[in-house]
């Protein structure tokens, strides 16, 4: 079993709507769980910063932990064109500075106008 | 808004060749990384680094990699012999302490 689950997609949805993104893991010492958005050939740009179980709510972005199922989600609301790009889930378990992320594939997202 | 900035944006070189990629973390961070990305493929964790030491590496950096920090403000990842497979986009990161993890907009390398 992979550490970190993501469906690649691609997703296409129209403008405006309710996106929903998510990741599964494994391996139950994780805490910290992250969004990152890439465009084509560019750095992770971060998203959302999640601590342990709950939610967050940034704008039009909303990041889910259920550490229980082990299960992380991201909603996006009223998507944007401009919001096309791949999606990666990351999340990390040691503590301290110098703990290494695991990524998922990353879910490539489409909005069309 | 501070950034972690890399360069070069692209570099060819020939199969064999030492490369250097540099890196100028956001300054007042604490820890830093280097991240690859294969084309299409998951983003793998190379290297972290803290105090002026490697404190973990995957399985990837081999003895053909190394890190250092020569001075207050650079970071930077040498391949001692590029091979084919080490084609790939390099990112580096640097992050406070526990917290959110910044990227740079990478180096593409590419090993002919």
């Known amino acids: 079993q992979k550490e970190v689950e993501q469906d690649p997609g691609p997703l296409s949805v129209p403008e405006g709507a309710i996106v929903s993104l998510n990741c599964t893991y494994s391996n139950s010492a994780f805490q910290y769980f992250m969004w990152y958005r890439q465009y084509s050939r560019k750095g992770p740009e971060l998203l959302m910063y999640?601590?342990?179980?709950g939610n967050k709510e940034d704008g039009r972005f909303t990041a889910q932990v259920d550490k229980s199922s082990k299960y992380i989600s991201l909603f996006i609301r009223d998507s944007q064109p401009s919001d096309s790009a791949t999606y990666l889930c990351?999340?990390?378990?040691?503590?301290?500075?110098?703990?290494?992320?695991?990524f998922g594939a990353g879910t490539r997202l489409a909005v069309h106008p | 808004e501070p950034e972690v900035t890399q360069t070069p944006s692209h570099q060819v070189t020939q199969m064999g060749q030492e490369v250097i990629l540099r890196c100028v973390p956001i300054s007042n961070h604490l820890y830093f990384y280097w991240y690859r990305q294969i084309l299409g493929q998951k983003v793998e964790f190379l290297v972290s680094?803290?105090?002026?030491?490697?404190?973990?590496k995957s399985e990837i950096f081999d003895d053909q990699f190394s890190v250092e920090r020569p001075d207050g403000s650079n970071f930077t990842l040498k391949i001692r012999s590029t091979k084919l497979e080490d084609s790939a986009m390099y990112f580096c990161a640097s992050r406070v302490n526990t917290g959110e993890l910044f990227f740079g907009e990478g180096s593409r390398l590419t090993v002919l």
């Open positions: 999640t601590y342990s179980s």
């Open positions: 680094f803290y105090n002026n030491e490697i404190s973990e």
């Open positions: 990351a999340m990390s378990g040691l503590s301290g500075g110098y703990n290494k992320l695991i």
